[in-house]
């Protein structure tokens, strides 16, 4: 890789250069949302109810095991951005180096892990009986590509954090493409039901490493790298690590407690399972906007930091809130007023559409909420300092959002309305939590113990 200049984000406008980020970071989300999405409306077209349980419950799981995997390489991310706002290629192609042969062998142990286990995961879920020997195919075959699905995000990962968000959106609307195809091929003219689906998402994503190798291959990016830097650096895997872990494990912790939730919603029977199946798909592609907004922050203040501008990097953290927020209006009133005709889409069973709105009601304030709370965590990432994001993650799952979705579900007369107002409560504990240590951080910059800790804030 030879040296060019990308998307950069220490000179110019600040609001410029995150859209010019967040766009195509934007539209990547929204083609990978695309994944499971699909797999669900092809499946709620040709399938019954039990099909569209086991997709819905199977998808959110392989989900929860690709937001755990980026959220690792956000390590990744945020080292290679300070190395690049620093003019460190040579670090930075090191970092590069780690990561492959690091997540390779990350991807090969999670394959054999998730073969054996699937079963048990699938009765850990509470999944239907009519839906169980499904959900265990279908996480099974996508488990066999688990290692592609973590080439994907290395590649995505490394590209923004150069500043690169345009190459990863082009490869995941290729694996779109793919999916779209082989659902219709192997769902609908096949009549493969959730296998099909399942097989159609890992040949959809095997065609875009594919892609994206050869693509890469042919493009000059700001990182000093060769394969001979294909090894573990000390050095650079301590950096990522003490990054992308906490930010790892404050991901697997909020995706537990999601998974908890389903697994609680599953025993509410049959109609309350498939309805939530087909909600968090909707619920995967309102989440888009922040979730897009979090990784651009985390890119740009990383390049901040590594610059040593950190009153810029503040600068785009609030210019960020902003914009998200006056997004966040509008799909808050699409979520709440039109959740049944967003739910249509996906089947045309009526009682699963009233049970998909009636979570949606619940849950579409989050909407407003957590932009705040999402550009906050990438504010932190960006600094390298993840360990409040992990405490914040942890705390919130298991401390709010997990006992309040089960108090939700005990009441008299439940609803799927009121279990998704547990997401809603959580981000509110969450920005105070965030803002607590922003007014912490604020004093320790006024009051430093040593010059370390104020040049590190």
């Not at 912790?253 to 697994?263: C, D, G, P, R």
């Not at 798909?281 to 922040?290: A, D, E």
């Not at 927020?325 to 007023?337: K, P």
């Amino acid at each position: 890789m030879k040296e060019q200049k990308e998307n950069s984000f220490i000179t110019g406008s600040v609001f410029g250069a995150l859209i010019r980020f967040a766009i195509p970071v934007l539209g990547a989300l929204v083609l990978q949302a695309a994944y499971g999405a699909v797999d669900l409306l092809v499946v709620g077209q040709f399938g019954d109810a039990s099909s569209i349980s086991a997709v819905g419950t199977g998808s959110s799981f392989m989900q929860m095991v690709t937001f755990i995997i980026t959220s690792l390489a956000m390590g990744s991310t945020v080292v290679i951005g300070q190395h690049i706002g620093a003019q460190k290629q040579k670090n930075a192609g090191d970092a590069v180096g780690t990561t492959i042969v690091m997540f390779t062998i990350l991807g090969v142990v999670l394959t054999v892990i998730l073969e054996i286990f699937a079963k048990n995961i699938v009765q850990i879920l509470q999944v239907p009986e009519a839906s169980f020997g499904k959900a265990v195919l279908y996480i099974r075959i996508c488990s066999g590509g688990i290692v592609v699905i973590i080439a994907y995000n290395v590649i995505s990962g490394v590209l923004r954090g150069v500043g690169n968000a345009n190459l990863p959106f082009l490869f995941v609307g290729v694996a779109c493409l793919v999916n779209i195809i082989g659902d219709f091929l192997f769902v609908g003219a096949l009549k493969m039901d959730v296998v099909g689906a399942a097989l159609a998402t890992v040949l959809a994503q095997f065609v875009s490493v594919v892609v994206s190798v050869f693509v890469i291959r042919r493009q000059n990016l700001p990182v000093s790298f060769s394969l001979q830097q294909c090894r573990i650096y000390g050095k650079e895997l301590k950096r990522i690590l003490n990054i992308g872990l906490p930010i790892a494990l404050q991901e697997t912790t909020v995706q537990i407690s999601f998974l908890v939730i389903n697994s609680i919603i599953n025993d509410m029977g049959l109609m309350q399972s498939a309805g939530y199946g087909v909600a968090q798909k909707i619920v995967s592609f309102i989440m888009l906007i922040p979730s897009a907004i979090m990784q651009s922050v985390s890119a740009f203040v990383a390049q901040n930091i590594g610059a040593g501008q950190r009153a810029r990097a503040k600068k785009g953290f609030f210019t960020a809130v902003f914009t998200g927020c006056s997004v966040g209006v509008v799909i808050f009133f699409a979520g709440f007023f039109g959740g049944g005709v967003l739910s249509s889409i996906f089947t045309s069973d009526a009682a699963v559409i009233a049970q998909s709105a009636d979570y949606l009601r619940g849950f579409s304030v989050e909407c407003i909420l957590t932009c705040v709370l999402f550009s906050s965590i990438g504010y932190f990432n960006g600094c390298g300092k993840s360990l409040p994001v992990m405490v914040q993650g942890i705390t919130s799952a298991f401390l709010i959002r997990i006992p309040v979705s089960v108090y939700m579900s005990k009441l008299p007369n439940t609803s799927l309305m009121l279990v998704g107002l547990a997401t809603p409560i959580t981000t509110i504990y969450g920005i105070l939590f965030f803002g607590i240590c922003f007014a912490w951080l604020a004093y320790r910059r006024k009051n430093p113990v040593d010059k370390h800790i104020e040049n590190s804030i």
